[in-house]
C-alpha cells in the first residue's frame, strides 16, 4: 500500500508539472502573506494563570492589614474551584492577594469566580471611606511597558505640564494602536490647598469636618434632567465644579449672629501643588514620567514605532518640548530577532554552498535552493495559523530546521541521479527514484518529527515557551518532506541533463539518456591458462566487444559474479545488454574450466549501429526468440551484441 501510494504521488509529482509548481506557489504566497502579519515579540505570548486582589487602605499598617483585609479575601478567594496556590503581600497601606491557578484554566472565568467571592465579603471589611474597593487583575505578559519616556519643558510649568499630559495627551497616546495604558507620573499636581487658622475656628465655633463637607457638596457635576423646547429635547447637568480657589474661599460655612462665615474668613486657600513625596528628573530637571503598555496578544514593536510616531508630532506641536526615552522594548527585542534571522540566512548559504562542493552541478545545488524558501515560508504560514509570534523560539526553531530541511531534497536527488546513470532518462529516473526512496525519506522524517514531539507535552510554564520551538521544528520537516516527494522530482525532470548520452543521441532503456559502456568477454592469453593440452579452438585469441548500455561494476568482483550482476542491472535497461549477459553467461560457464575469463568495461561514445532484429541467429544455432533477442552466431567462445 506505501509502494502504491509513493508509486502514484511520485507518478504524479513528474506528470503533472503545472499542478504540483501551483501547489510549491500557494505555498509561498501563504508564507509571503503571513510574514508581516506576524506579530513581534521577544518571547512567546504565556499567560500563566493567575488572578490578583489588590486593596488600598492608607496609613494602615502591615499587621492591621492582614487581619482586617488580607485574611477575608484569602477565605474568600479559597473558595473558587480550581486553584493550585495562594499568595499574600501585607504592607503599609495596600494588601495583595494572588491565586494560581492550574494550567488549561480558563483565566476570565476564573476572574468572574473570584470577584464575586470577594463582592460576597466586601461587608466583612472596615467600614471606613479611605479603604478603596478591591481591584480584580488577571496576570498580563506584556505588563512590561512598552516604551517609558520623560518630558520637560522650560516654558511650561511642571504643573502645567503634567495636567496637560494627563488630561490631553494622554488620550491621543491611548489611540495608538496596541496601547492598553498610559500612565502619566508627576512630581507636582495641582491642588487647592486649604490652611485653617485654628483660633479662628473656635472662635466661630466651626470644626474640620464642615470645611470639608461644605467644599464636597459644592463641588459637583450633575445631570439636572431634560428641558423640551418645542420638538427638541435638551439634556441639563448641573457642572458645579470649583475651578479657582477664589470660588472656594467665597463658599458660606455659617451664619453667626446675622453675619457670613465663608470658608475664606477662617482659612487661606490657595491654587497650589499638592505635597511632594517623589523626585522624577530627565538629565537633572524636573520631569513628567509617561509610560506605555501594551494590549495583550499586541505586536510590541509595532506598537513602539506609532508610539515613536506620536512622539513626534507631539514635538513638532510644541516646540520647547523635550522628550527623552530611557525604556524602550523595541530595541532590545529587534536586535535578538535580527541575530536569529541573520543566523537562519547564513545557515542557508552554508547549506547550499556544501551542497554545491560535494554534489559539482550547479542545476542539483538550484533545486536544492529552490525547496528551502518554499518550506520555510509555508513554515512561517503554520505560525501565523497557530497564533504565534516571530520571536526567539520561533526563530530559533526555523533556524534549526534549515540543516534539516535540505536532507529529504539531497537524498531524493542523489537516488535520482543514481538512476539516470543506470540509463534511465531524468522524467522516469526522477519518477523511480522517488518512488524507491520514499518509505526512507518518510521514515526518516517521521523520526525527527517524533523527537521533537515530548517538547510539546511538556506541562507548565515550560510547555508554554517550548511548545512554539517544536512545532516549527515540526512543520518544518514535514513541508521538507512534502516539497522533496514533490517539487524535487519535478524540477529534476526539467532542469537536469544526463552528462551519460549515448553519441546517437537516442534514449536508453525506456526512452531516456543513461550511460554508455562497452562490456567485453575475452579469454586470456595461452600463457596465462592452465597447463591442461587445449585444441586450436581453445587456444584462439579472439574478442569481440558487446557494446551495451549499462553501467560498469566493480573490477575487483569475479567473472561469474560480474556477469550475474550486470546481467540483472542490464535487463532494466535493454534487451540487447540482457541478452548479451545471457549469452556471455552461458559461454563462460561452458569453458570457464578450460579457459580463465576476464570481464572488462570501458566507456564508448561511438554512435551505434542499427538494432538486431528477432531474427538472428544464437550461438547454439537456434533461432533467436523474443526472450532472447539479438544473439548472433560465435565461433571463438565471444559474446557480441549489435545495438
Known amino acids: 500500500m506505501l509502494r502504491w501510494g509513493a508509486m502514484s504521488i511520485a507518478r504524479f509529482a513528474v506528470n503533472r508539472r503545472v499542478a504540483v509548481s501551483m501547489l510549491a506557489l500557494a505555498i509561498v504566497v501563504l508564507g509571503v502573506f503571513a510574514l508581516p502579519r506576524l506579530p513581534v515579540a521577544l518571547l512567546p505570548n504565556f499567560t500563566p494563570p493567575v488572578v490578583t486582589v489588590t486593596v488600598n487602605y492608607p496609613n494602615v499598617g502591615p499587621e492591621q492589614m492582614e487581619a482586617l483585609v488580607t485574611r477575608p479575601i484569602e477565605n474568600a478567594v479559597s473558595r473558587v474551584n480550581g486553584i493550585e496556590l495562594i499568595n499574600s503581600t501585607s504592607q503599609l497601606g495596600q494588601s495583595s492577594v494572588s491565586a494560581q491557578f492550574y494550567y488549561g484554566t480558563n483565566l476570565d472565568t476564573a476572574a468572574v469566580d473570584v470577584q464575586q467571592q470577594v463582592d460576597q465579603i466586601r461587608s466583612q471589611l472596615p467600614n471606613d471611606p479611605n479603604l478603596q474597593q478591591p481591584q480584580i487583575a488577571k496576570f498580563d505578559s506584556n505588563s512590561l511597558p512598552v516604551v517609558r519616556f520623560y518630558v520637560t519643558d522650560p516654558n511650561i510649568p511642571l504643573r502645567d505640564l503634567g495636567d496637560l499630559f494627563a488630561n490631553q495627551l494622554s488620550d491621543e497616546f491611548a489611540s495608538v494602536d496596541g496601547v492598553a495604558n498610559v500612565i502619566v507620573s508627576q512630581d507636582q499636581t495641582r491642588a487647592f490647598m486649604i490652611q485653617p487658622d485654628a483660633s479662628k475656628l473656635a472662635a466661630y465655633g466651626l470644626t474640620l469636618n464642615q470645611i470639608i463637607g461644605r467644599v464636597q457638596q459644592e463641588n459637583l457635576n450633575l445631570p439636572a434632567g431634560i428641558i423640551q423646547v418645542g420638538p427638541n429635547e435638551y439634556q441639563v447637568r448641573a457642572n458645579a465644579l470649583l475651578a479657582t480657589a477664589s470660588e472656594i474661599s467665597n463658599l458660606v460655612l455659617a451664619v453667626k449672629n446675622g453675619s457670613v462665615v465663608r470658608i475664606g474668613t477662617v482659612a487661606k486657600v490657595a491654587d497650589s501643588i499638592q505635597e511632594v513625596r517623589t523626585y522624577e528628573r530627565l538629565n537633572g530637571k524636573n520631569a513628567v514620567g509617561v509610560v506605555i503598555d501594551a494590549q495583550p496578544n499586541a505586536n510590541v514593536v509595532a506598537t513602539a514605532i506609532g508610539t515613536y510616531r506620536k512622539i513626534d508630532q507631539i514635538q513638532a506641536r510644541y516646540p520647547g518640548m523635550k522628550i527623552g526615552v530611557v525604556f524602550d522594548q523595541k530595541s532590545f527585542i529587534l536586535e535578538a530577532i535580527n541575530a536569529l534571522e541573520h543566523t537562519a540566512i547564513y545557515g542557508a548559504i552554508l547549506a547550499v554552498l556544501v551542497i554545491l562542493l560535494f554534489l559539482h552541478s550547479w542545476r542539483t545545488t538550484l533545486i536544492v535552493a529552490v525547496s528551502l524558501p518554499i518550506s520555510v515560508l509555508g513554515t512561517l504560514f503554520v505560525a501565523y495559523v497557530a497564533g504565534y509570534s516571530l520571536n526567539i523560539m520561533t526563530l ?41 526512496i520514499f518509505s526512507a525519506v518518510l521514515a526518516s522524517s517521521i523520526t525527527v518529527i517524533t523527537v521533537f514531539i515530548p517538547l510539546v507535552l511538556i506541562p507548565g510554564l515550560q510547555g508554554l515557551i517550548f511548545t512554539p520551538f517544536a512545532v516549527m521544528v515540526m512543520a518544518a520537516v514535514a513541508l521538507s518532506f512534502v516539497v522533496a516527494v514533490t517539487t524535487v522530482p519535478m524540477l529534476s525532470s526539467i532542469l537536469i541533463r544526463n552528462k551519460y548520452t549515448p553519441a546517437n543521441g537516442h534514449a536508453n532503456g525506456n526512452g531516456g539518456h543513461g550511460a554508455s559502456c562497452c562490456w567485453s568477454v575475452r579469454s586470456l592469453p ?118
Open 396 to 436: 530559533g526553531g526555523l533556524a534549526l530546521a534549515v540543516g534539516l530541511i535540505v536532507d529529504d531534497a539531497i537524498v531524493v536527488i542523489e537516488n535520482i541521479y543514481r538512476h539516470m546513470a543506470l540509463g534511465q532518462s531524468p522524467r522516469n529516473a526522477a519518477e523511480s527514484a522517488t518512488t524507491e
Open 526 to 643: 595461452p600463457s596465462s591458462a592452465p597447463s591442461k593440452p587445449r585444441s586450436s579452438r581453445h587456444r584462439t585469441r579472439s574478442s569481440s566487444v558487446s557494446t551495451c548500455n549499462c553501467p560498469p561494476a566493480p573490477r575487483s568482483t569475479s567473472p561469474t559474479r560480474l556477469l550475474r550482476r550486470s546481467s540483472k542491472r542490464c535487463s532494466r535497461i535493454r534487451a540487447c545488454c540482457t541478452s548479451a549477459c545471457r549469452l556471455a553467461r552461458s559461454d563462460t560457464s561452458a569453458t570457464a574450466r578450460r579457459s580463465p575469463i576476464r570481464a572488462t568495461f570501458r566507456w564508448s561514445s561511438s554512435r551505434s549501429t542499427a538494432a538486431p532484429t528477432p531474427q538472428s541467429t544464437c550461438a547454439t544455432g537456434r533461432r533467436s526468440s523474443t526472450r532472447c533477442p539479438g544473439c548472433v552466431p560465435s565461433a571463438a567462445r565471444s559474446t557480441s551484441c549489435r545495438t
